[in-house]
């Protein structure tokens, strides 16, 4: 009947109801497993498996009837069942036999291209991977293309190449990687290299894991059809499915590859998958409406490969087959001598209960008869037929509607958007609470990750500073380039120490911490941390050169640096981390450095004294630091000594210039409570100066505070001072920090510079002389200061420091003549020499003794007389007396600045190799036991 005949979508005739009915039962998917849900048969809920094979035997209506079903597909409620209706009779030109191989894949690829339209919405349409990928190599030619005649080199390659190519045409990536605009705007903007590899290295190397790892590839290879592990390669065998290769192969078997590869696609599309909701959604099987099915075309041998490969693989489809024809498969007659004859009306409850019996019972012997359910549909009714719109309203109207079940309330779009959306709230919120985890552990740990090697002991201090100790190269955020060189230089000795040891373990293997106070200074300029550089520096002189040493009691030696923030006012919480440290690494015997005499200082000294680390101090000259602990040592002198020898440079000056200056000091200390070494020389100079008869007056200043910190005092500042000692007529001392000299200058020199008053500065004093950009800021004002060294040193083989230094430091050559004036380089030097020489004293006298932290102490203390160090420094020699901690008249030399920033030596006092003292000093101590 021609289509502008009809006057209802879907066809009218007795029993039309119980068929859509039917057609509905079978597609609507259910919640759970894979075959539908339970079909009533005589009052009795009853399971079902598999979709049986519906055969409407139509007579001459058969495509009005297709046509009507796929209307009801069509118009289903809420959406669409995914179906295709195809005409076979519409086969492959030139025409193909009825069981060819070509016309079974003809109307698999168009159900394919149905199914996949996205007609059928986004949860309802299949991407046909495996049977795209069967289809394609049947298609193509064996050398990757329609035909290759002539090429005897073989084809495998232009085979791979031309797989390539469709899949860089499958991917949207892949295809503007390599189209040709691309290409030449790649090649024009960015390296050829970076082109090389966008451009041909990694699309060709996605294809080589997506062919050994690709779904579809791997299915091809491990299906049971065709023996495909002949010759076992998956390029072997997809050159037996290419043209002409395949024309050899079995057709049956070719067929059911086809129809395998298909199901397939729409097993997996169905395949129930929590993390894939939309599979949930598929509430209704696909549905192939195949029209004109009969023996003349390919519609039976495709119902036949069906359930074929639904017998051999045992797996559900998701599929339901439709043939509408004129006449019914000969395999269900065999089965049911009266198909022809059973009414609609017994559908239900006879017919398709019938089957399914029948199903149950017959489906294992793997015929295909218990598959069919055929259904003679009776002749159409035209609407000029009497009782066409009676049938019309009892049988059509009340089922025309098809209802799909909703999905599971989780499995629904909205559901998945909100739970896709919650998912990515909450892996953006664990990726920030760990970003904001990880940004909090640097921002405690000075900038460095979890897992740095440093990061464990090193902290961020209040003050934004970096304290700590760093074993593995880290530079503490220092300004100073020739600082960080100088701590790269020790973590690179560190490593050759550990590379000795390993190759030389009979040698005692020691670490010594170098606690310091300003590596970390945040603003400081790079020539006020010029000191805590050297004395570095001269501490790594000492190990490179216990590393050049091959002696069986000469240590190796590794040196960790170490921070306690400006002033040392984190000493306490290093001292804790360092502790901690120690557990780990017993070979950790003590400590050297020691920065600035301050209350923090003391602090961090009884820390140290009750974890049980000996100290040898560099630079300290505080009297009462030798009471915070018995544990404690230093390489300088005490406040008392310089003392001394600035009262008796001072009088010598004032005896032999007469009346210039006059018999009295005026001493200049600061006023902050926390400054030990200021406050503690100021009174050991006003007594010293007051013994030697002079008028001794007293003025404080207050130092500048730290950012957000308020003044330590209402005394005026340094540079006010400087200003108000412009008419005194005596000497000017001053006992504080080499930065408040330089203040102090800078007000004498707005004020008086043209007569400036004598002026006589502490040992920290050096820090300022030892710059020399610094020191010439001032040219015309004179000044003398106290030195701990003799304040000469040069580059060649007459000091073992020195050129231990300019081996290891190259451009330091040239700073040494003003860097030794501050002597902390030779300190640093002679504290690490005193622990070299304690640890090989104990092991020529007790060679089994653990190199333990109260054994090197004591070892320490034992050096005098003839176990004195002669140092870079001078004389270190601790008198023979068992509780003295400080060396015995120890080298203080006095330094003068003139006026053009030229240093000389005024004298010296202490003991110096076989040197004479000047004439002015106080005089020598004699020795214990002497």
Same mark, same amino acid.
């Given at each position: 009947m021609a289509s502008n005949e009809l006057d209802s979508p879907i066809p009218v005739f007795r029993g039309a109801g119980h068929l859509l009915r039917l057609t509905a039962d079978l597609v609507r998917r259910p919640r759970r497993r894979e075959c539908p849900e339970p079909v009533r048969h005589r009052g009795v809920a009853q399971g079902r498996e598999g979709l049986p094979v519906v055969c409407l035997v139509a007579g001459d209506d058969h495509t009005r009837l297709a046509k009507g079903i796929s209307y009801f597909l069509s118009h289903a409620d809420p959406r669409r069942v995914p179906h295709v209706l195809h005409d076979v009779r519409s086969g492959p030109e030139p025409a193909a036999p009825p069981d060819s191989v070509e016309a079974v894949r003809h109307t698999l690829e168009r159900l394919a291209q149905g199914f996949a339209l996205g007609v059928n919405g986004s949860d309802g349409r299949v991407r046909f991977r495996r049977f795209g990928l069967v289809n394609w190599l049947t298609q193509v030619g064996a050398g990757g293309g329609p035909s290759h005649h002539g090429d005897v080199e073989g084809n495998d390659h232009s085979l791979l190449q031309a797989l390539r190519e469709r899949e860089f045409r499958r991917r949207r990536m892949f295809g503007l990687l390599r189209s040709p605009e691309t290409e030449l705007a790649v090649d024009g903007k960015v390296p050829w290299w970076v082109w090389l590899f966008a451009v041909h290295v990694f699309p060709l190397a996605w294809f080589r894991v997506r062919r050994g790892l690709g779904c579809a590839y791997r299915w091809l290879l491990n299906q049971p059809y065709l023996a495909p592990r002949d010759p076992g390669t998956f390029t072997g065998f997809a050159e037996r499915l290419t043209t002409p290769h395949n024309q050899v192969e079995d057709p049956e078997q070719l067929r059911k590859l086809m129809v395998n590869a298909f199901l397939e696609d729409l097993r997996v599309a169905f395949r129930r998958r929590f993390w894939r909701p939309r599979t949930a959604r598929r509430t209704a099987y696909c549905v192939a409406l195949l029209d004109g099915v009969g023996?003349?075309?390919?519609?039976?041998?495709?119902?036949?490969?069906? #359930?074929?490969?639904?017998?051999?693989?045992?797996?559900?489809?998701?599929?339901?087959?439709?043939?509408?024809?004129?006449?019914?498969?000969?395999?269900?007659?065999?089965?049911?001598?009266?198909?022809?004859?059973?009414?609609?009306?017994?559908?239900?409850?006879?017919?398709?209960?019938?089957?399914?019996?029948?199903?149950?019972? $017959?489906?294992?012997?793997?015929?295909?008869?218990?598959?069919? @359910?055929?259904?003679?549909?009776?002749?159409?009714?035209?609407?000029?037929?009497?009782?066409? &719109?009676?049938?019309?309203?009892?049988?059509? %109207? $009340?089922?025309?509607?098809?209802?799909?079940?909703?999905?599971?309330?989780?499995?629904?779009?909205?559901?998945?958007?909100?739970?896709?959306?919650?998912?990515?709230?909450?892996?953006?919120?664990?990726?920030?609470?760990?970003?904001?985890?990880?940004?909090?552990?640097?921002?405690?740990?000075?900038?460095?990750?979890?897992?740095?090697?440093? %990061? /464990?002991?090193?902290?961020?201090?209040?003050?934004?500073?970096?304290?700590?100790?760093?074993?593995?190269?880290?530079?503490?955020?220092?300004?100073?380039?020739?600082?960080?060189?100088?701590? /790269?230089?020790?973590? !690179?000795?560190? %490593?050759?120490?550990?590379?000795?040891?390993?190759? +030389?373990? &009979?040698?005692?293997?020691?670490?010594?911490?170098? @606690?310091?106070?300003? @590596?970390?200074?945040?603003?400081?300029?790079?020539? /006020?941390?010029?000191?805590?550089?050297? !004395?570095?520096?001269?501490? %790594?002189? !000492?190990?490179?050169? $216990?590393?050049?040493?091959?002696?069986?009691t000469e240590p190796i030696l590794r040196i960790f640096p170490a921070n306690a923030g400006s002033g040392m006012r984190f000493g306490t919480q290093v001292v804790d981390i360092l502790d901690a440290l120690r557990q780990q690494d017993p070979s950790i015997v003590g400590v050297t450095g020691l920065d600035q005499s301050r209350e923090a200082t003391n602090r961090t000294i009884r820390k140290l004294t009750a974890v049980g680390l000996p100290m040898v101090a560099t630079t300290l000259s505080a009297d009462t630091l030798v009471r915070q602990s018995p544990m404690y040592f230093q390489v300088s002198p005490q406040n008392t000594r310089e003392a001394d020898v600035a009262a008796a440079y001072a009088d010598h000056v004032v005896a032999r210039d007469g009346r210039k200056p006059a018999r009295q000091v005026r001493i200049i200390g600061s006023a902050d409570p926390t400054d030990t070494y200021s406050r503690t020389l100021s009174d050991d100079v006003a007594r010293r100066f007051k013994a030697r008869g002079f008028a001794v007056e007293r003025t404080p200043f207050t130092p500048p505070p730290p950012p957000g910190q308020e003044p330590s005092s209402d005394a005026p500042g340094p540079g006010t001072v400087g200003q108000r000692s412009c008419s005194y007529r005596g000497v000017v001392f001053f006992a504080g920090r080499a930065e408040d000299f330089e203040s102090l200058l800078g007000g004498i020199n707005e004020s008086c510079n043209s007569t400036p008053p004598a002026l006589l500065g502490g040992d920290d004093v050096a820090r300022l002389a030892a710059d020399a950009d610094r020191r010439e800021h001032y040219p015309g004002i004179p000044y003398d200061f106290l030195d701990f060294t003799l304040g000469s040193a040069r580059c060649d083989g007459s000091s073992e420091?020195?050129?231990?230094? +300019?081996?290891?430091?190259?451009?330091?050559?040239?700073?040494?003549?003003? +860097?030794?004036?501050?002597?902390?380089?030779?300190?640093?030097?002679?504290?690490?020499?005193?622990?070299?020489?304690?640890?090989?004293?104990?092991?020529?006298?007790?060679?089994?003794?653990?190199?333990?932290?109260?054994?090197?102490?004591?070892?320490?203390?034992?050096?005098?007389?003839?176990?004195?160090?002669?140092?870079?420094?001078?004389?270190?020699?601790?008198?023979?007396?068992?509780?003295? /901690?400080?060396?015995?008249?120890?080298?203080?030399?006095?330094?003068? #600045?003139?006026?053009?920033?030229?240093?000389?030596? !005024?004298?010296?006092?202490?003991?110096?190799g076989g040197r004479t003292q000047s004439s002015w000093c106080p005089p020598l101590e004699p020795e214990k036991g002497r």
């Open positions: 023996p003349d075309n390919c519609g039976y041998p495709l119902l036949r490969t069906i #359930i074929d490969v639904r017998n051999e693989t045992g797996a559900f489809d998701p599929l339901l087959v439709i043939a509408c024809g004129a006449e019914p498969p000969a395999e269900g007659s065999e089965v049911r001598e009266d198909w022809g004859h059973r009414s609609l009306w017994e559908l239900t409850d006879r017919l398709y209960g019938g089957w399914r019996e029948t199903f149950l019972h $017959q489906g294992r012997a793997r015929n295909r008869a218990p598959w069919y @359910l055929p259904v003679s549909i009776p002749p159409l009714m035209p609407p000029s037929h009497e009782t066409y &719109e009676l049938t019309r309203r009892l049988e059509v %109207a $009340q089922d025309a509607r098809l209802r799909i079940p909703a999905p599971p309330l989780w499995a629904r779009r909205m559901t998945s958007v909100v739970a896709a959306c919650a998912v990515t709230v909450a892996l953006l919120g664990g990726a920030g609470l760990v970003l904001r985890t990880e940004s909090g552990f640097r921002d405690a740990h000075c900038g460095l990750g979890r897992f740095d090697d440093d %990061a /464990q002991t090193l902290r961020t201090a209040p003050t934004g500073e970096c304290i700590g100790v760093a074993r593995y190269g880290f530079t503490f955020h220092s300004p100073d380039p020739s600082l960080d060189n100088t701590l /790269q230089t020790i973590y !690179a000795q560190n %490593a050759r120490a550990e590379e000795a040891h390993k190759a +030389s373990p &009979e040698r005692p293997f020691v670490t010594l911490v170098h @606690l310091s106070a300003l @590596l970390s200074v945040s603003g400081k300029p790079s020539g /006020q941390l010029a000191y805590g550089r050297e !004395a570095l520096q001269g501490a %790594a002189s !000492a190990q490179s050169r $216990q590393l050049r040493s091959t002696g069986a420091l020195y050129a231990e230094l +300019s081996r290891i430091f190259h451009d330091e050559c040239a700073k040494i003549p003003n +860097s030794s004036l501050d002597g902390h380089a030779a300190l640093g030097f002679d504290a690490v020499k005193l622990y070299v020489n304690a640890v090989k004293q104990l092991r020529e006298e007790a060679a089994q003794m653990p190199l333990t932290p109260p054994a090197v102490w004591h070892a320490i203390s034992g050096v005098h007389g003839d176990e004195a160090l002669d140092g870079a420094s001078g004389i270190i020699s601790f008198g023979g007396d068992v509780d003295r /901690q400080v060396p015995l008249d120890k080298l203080l030399s006095v330094q003068h #600045i003139d006026g053009t920033g030229h240093p000389t030596q !005024a004298g010296f006092c202490g003991r110096v």
